[in-house]
C-alpha cells in the first residue's frame, strides 16, 4: 500500500476517543488490566478473534463478557466441556413436520461476540467446528450455508494445558487467533478494588454499551484505513520470515500471520490516535500475534508451558534481530 489511506487525522481521534470509552466501561469490571483491555480492544478492531490464556480466577470470561457488553453486539456464551458436540456450537437441520422440510436451527456461534469458555477442555472434533466459523465468518451444514453476524469476533478462554483435563490447541485452530494474550494477577492496589466493588454489587449486570448501534462496524472499517508504509510492511514480513529460519523453529509464522500482525498494528495505531502505523505498533503486538503460533523443535514429553515461555522468548530475540525501518 503507498498510497495514503483515506483516513484522516480527525477521524482517528474519533475512534480513539470511542476506544478510551470502550476502556473505559471494561475497566468498571476488570480492575487494573486498561493494558489487557485496549489488547483486547485491538484485536477486536483488527476484525481478529482472541485467545486469552491463564490460570483459573483471574478473569478471562469477566473481560471477554464485559468487552461484548461493551461494544453493544449480540453475546453468546458456549461452555466447552468433553461432551460438547460439534452441532451444539455450529447448529443444525430439524425436520419440522408441520411443512414437511428441515430447518436450520442456529447454534451458539451465531452471535457478534461468542465468548468460548475453558475452550481446551472440548474435544479436537468440537474445536474443529469453529474453523470455518472463525476463518470465513459462516457456518456449512448439510450442504447449506449461513452467514455469521456482521461483526463476527471469537474471545476464547483457556487454562493452561499443563493443567487436569485439557487438550493442546490443534495448529490449525491456533492459527485463526490473530493474539494470544494473559490476564497475569492483579496487584494489590486493583485487587482490594475488587473486594470492595465486587463483594456488594455486581458491575457486568451494570455495564452499559459504550457505542451506539453500528458504531463498532464503523470503527472496524476506520482501522483497515490506517496507512502503512513500506517500510514498514518490509518490517513485518521480515519479522515472521525470520520465525521460518530460525534454528529453534520447525512450523514458523503463517501468511495468515503476517496479515493479522499488520492489522493488529493498525487498530493499535488508530487507538492511539494516528493514521499510520509505527514500528513501535509492530514490535509491540509481535508477541502475542506470533508466539502462540509457533511449533518449537522439542520433544513430546516436555511441558507445553515451558514451550510456551520459550516461543515468547524466541519472538522477543527475533524482533531484536530485525533492523527498524526508519519512516
Not at 21 to 43: N, Y
Request: glycine share 6%.
Amino acid at each position: 500500500m503507498t498510497d495514503r489511506s483515506t483516513l484522516d487525522a480527525r477521524a482517528a481521534e474519533e475512534v480513539r476517543d470511542a476506544g478510551e470509552r470502550i476502556v473505559a466501561a471494561v475497566a468498571t469490571v476488570i480492575d487494573g488490566k486498561e493494558d489487557v483491555i485496549r489488547s483486547a480492544l485491538a484485536v477486536m478492531l483488527a476484525g481478529g478473534h482472541l485467545l486469552l490464556e491463564d490460570v483459573p480466577g483471574v478473569g478471562k470470561t469477566m473481560l471477554a463478557k464485559a468487552l461484548a457488553r461493551a461494544t453493544g453486539g449480540t453475546i453468546s456464551r458456549i461452555q466447552f466441556t468433553p461432551d460438547l458436540l460439534p452441532s451444539d456450537v455450529t447448529g443444525v437441520s430439524v425436520f419440522d413436520q408441520s411443512v414437511a422440510r428441515f430447518e436450520f436451527k442456529p447454534g451458539a456461534v451465531f452471535a457478534n461476540v461468542v465468548v468460548g469458555d475453558e475452550i481446551n477442555r472440548a474435544s479436537p472434533k468440537t474445536q474443529a467446528a469453529l474453523l470455518e466459523c472463525m476463518e470465513e465468518a459462516q457456518v456449512t451444514v448439510d450442504g447449506a450455508t449461513w452467514p455469521l453476524p456482521d461483526p463476527f469476533m471469537v474471545v476464547a478462554t483457556q487454562n493452561p494445558v499443563d493443567m487436569e483435563g485439557t487438550y493442546v490447541l490443534p495448529e490449525a485452530q491456533r492459527d485463526r487467533f490473530m493474539a494470544r494474550i494473559s490476564m497475569g494477577y492483579p496487584d494489590e492496589k486493583a485487587e482490594r478494588e475488587m473486594l470492595r466493588s465486587h463483594g456488594a454489587t455486581r458491575p457486568l449486570e451494570a455495564l452499559e454499551p459504550a457505542l451506539a448501534a453500528g458504531e463498532l462496524s464503523e470503527l472496524i472499517r476506520a482501522a483497515r484505513e490506517v496507512f502503512v508504509s513500506p517500510a514498514v510492511e518490509t518490517y513485518v514480513l521480515r519479522i515472521t520470515a525470520a520465525t521460518r529460519r530460525h534454528s529453534e523453529v520447525r512450523l514458523g509464522a503463517s501468511p495468515r500471520a503476517s496479515l493479522q500482525l499488520l492489522r493488529a498494528a493498525k487498530a493499535a495505531a488508530v487507538l492511539d490516535g494516528r493514521d499510520f502505523v509505527l514500528p513501535d505498533d509492530v514490535e509491540a503486538l509481535a508477541g502475542p500475534v506470533l508466539a502462540h503460533r509457533l511449533v518449537l523443535r522439542r520433544s513430546g514429553f516436555e511441558q507445553q508451558g515451558s514451550l510456551d515461555a520459550d516461543a515468547q522468548r524466541l519472538v522477543t530475540q527475533i524482533v531484536a534481530g530485525v533492523p527498524v525501518p526508519l519512516q
